[in-house]
Nanobody
Framework: QVQLVESGGGSVQAGGSLRLSCVVS????????MAWFRQAPGKEREGIAA????????YYAGSVQGRFIISRDNAKNTVYLQMNSLTPEDTAVYYC????????????????????WGQGTQVTVSS
């Protein structure tokens, strides 16, 4: 059974940083994509960062480009999201997701392309 478990959420002041972790169990990283999504109250879920596990190629939404960094540690089956220069607009529940196989460029930040999900971790940024 595949499980994704996020950690690292919390409360931080604007301008601060947090690092989220997502540990994957139940299968070994191979030719997969993993991504981070977030959902703020009253808003749709937004794909913000994705990474191709084999090659390490990364993709970002414009809303986080230059502030957030997605990375992976294949030996630990873990994907990270380093979040810097946080603003109150980054307040949301953050989810990691995974999918086996390749994705078209247009799919890499689409939640419908991913079939394994974590339970989410809350990030709250105060002004």
């Amino acid at each position: 059974q595949v499980q994704l478990v996020e950690s690292g959420g919390g409360s931080v002041q604007a301008g601060g940083s947090l690092r989220l972790s997502c540990v994957v169990s139940g299968y070994i990283f191979s030719s997969d994509y993993m991504a981070w999504f977030r959902q703020a109250p009253g808003k749709e879920r937004e794909g913000i960062a994705a990474i191709y596990i084999i090659g390490g190629t990364t993709y970002y939404a414009g809303s986080v480009q230059g502030r957030f960094i997605i990375s992976r540690d294949n030996a630990k089956n873990t994907v990270y999201l380093q979040m810097n220069s946080l603003t109150p607009e980054d307040t949301a529940v953050y989810y990691c997701a995974a999918v086996r196989g390749d994705l078209l460029r247009s799919q890499r930040l689409k939640d419908t392309a991913y079939n394994y999900w974590g339970q989410g971790t809350q990030v709250t940024v105060s002004s």
